[in-house]
């Protein structure tokens, strides 16, 4: 029994050497900004101690001021564990790497990391007007963003898809406007966008009262978390003015618009409704910045709005730009006499930038250049690197999405400095993910999408460039994600990943290559790629349609290949995408003609889309056909169905 005993502890021992695992600094997400790894290791678990405050202001004198907040010193030694920070932000930090370090190991590597951030904000923004996410939901998120030391999370509170906050003042905001029949996003929109009352039967929706904001204020502090509110300000405005229609704009008769989805620039009303809302939106949100929105307004209703008109003339405004730039910089007046900044989407340049605003560029990078050169503050989120509402992997395998293509290594290889003027660099405040909720119906898929490219966010707001390296990030971020996982999130299964369009990743070989193409009708001029030798480069496209190698038609395709000497023709053919959102479709039918003398053409072959009508996939079908002819033009001409054509090469073999 005793030797039985004895065998099964050994076992067990064996076991356990096999277990042990040494944990180190390889493994902390995001990478730290020095490591020095030193010798011997120490068991796990042993109390860490704060020390010596005033040292480490003195070494970390020279960092910026808001990287001195954040900073800490962490050593392991054989003496034991010291966290050495100026702020509680910093211990925390310190405190979230060791365990990262430290987790499902029993040993830990010596090393002294001396980290600090690259950025002041490091950002997700959550939209839960399309899809409403619950106070537990934002707090789970919170402990996720705590983790990767995000420190922003901006809530996109108000939408045309509904309100989600509570305001005392304006009790329809909740009672009606934040409720619509149409559990989805797409449901609403097809059935005519209606709102409903709280408590009616089939009426979707939900909104945060402000004991849920405030908790979620409080628990998000407690991380090093600051919640930025966003109240959409004139447009995406619809569920206000359906609850309160005052607000929207007049027909020139003085009746009420017939469309509305901007508030009325030109109505007092307007202005004390948006101050009253955000005197008890700055009650619950203690954060520095208050987000105004201020994108994509139609102004369609102002040039013929009477009250608009009259406040033109009035404040010699020249243009709804303009107007709207009025309405910007009469909220931000009010929010700095509240000791508030005013935050908004890079529209808020167009007609004259308030003079304290801070731009988040979303359109592309040039807002940000833009407000950065002009000495206003600014915060990167553009579209292409930081749109977690895009697809992350090929389509054919994903959830439906808005379109576009952001794998994980796209939004790793993102620097908000990429195209800032030097001297304009130290306005750039960092960088932010967004993720907009249209597409998006379940919490689960929230995770999906978020997790784990949030956690690029991280690695580029927080370290510096010249450490940033994409083989170790992807090695932690899947560790990052099991994780996550076994808390019961739903992250993307990087293990997974199908990746990008295999034929996009080297060039490929046939007789047009590098031969000339002529246009009977002119491609699109936003997606030119690479003009005339687009089609015949021998470079097929990616996922993406705006990679740059699709080239997009709003007519017919309809081209010559001149292979510059008659040939033995035997198969033409090219590849067309279909994304229905973004109304990329395919061609109705393609006829291919060949001809000696580039007078005379021949029909040699035709053939026609069999997608069914209905299908609303991602697709990427070929159209070709094998023939059998000689000839030095070949015409490829593909009929338009409706919307934009997106074509990559003509194949001729
Ligand atoms: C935005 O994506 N409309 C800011
Ligand atoms: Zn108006």
Redesign the pocket.
Known sequence: MKRLLLSVSLLAACWMAALAETGGPDRILPRPAQIEVTSGRIACGQPEVRIGQRAFRKATASLPAFAQKEAYRLTVSRKGISIEANTPAGAFYARQSLAQMARGCDSLQCCTLFDYPRFAYRGVMLDISRHFRDKDFILKQLDAMAEVRLNRLHLHLTDAAGWRIEIKAYPRLTGYAAWRKGATWKQWTASGRQYAEQGEENAYGGYLTQEDAREIVAYAAERNITVIPEIEMPGHSAEVIAAYPELGCLAPDGSPARTQGDLCPGNEQTFQFLENVLLEIMDIFPSEYIHVGG??AGKRNWPDCPRCQARMAEEGLNSPEELQSYLIARIERFLGAHGRKLLG?DEILEGGLAPNATVMS?RGTEGGIQAATMGHDAVMTP?EWCYLDKYQDAQFKEPEAIGGYLPLEKAYAYDPLDGIPADAAAHILGVQG?L?HEYIPTTEHTEYMLWPRAFAIAEIGWTPAACKDWPSFHERVLRQADYLAGKGYHPFDLRNEFGERKVSLAPVRHLACGKHVSYALPWNEKYPASGAATLTDGIMGSWSYSDGRWQGFLSDVDVTVDLGAVEDIHYVGATFMMQPPPQIFLPKQVEIFVSEDGVHFEKVGEVWNEVPVADRSVLYPLFGTSINARGRYVRYHATRNHAWLFVDEIVVN
């Open positions: 994108d994509e989407w979303w579209g967004n907009w």
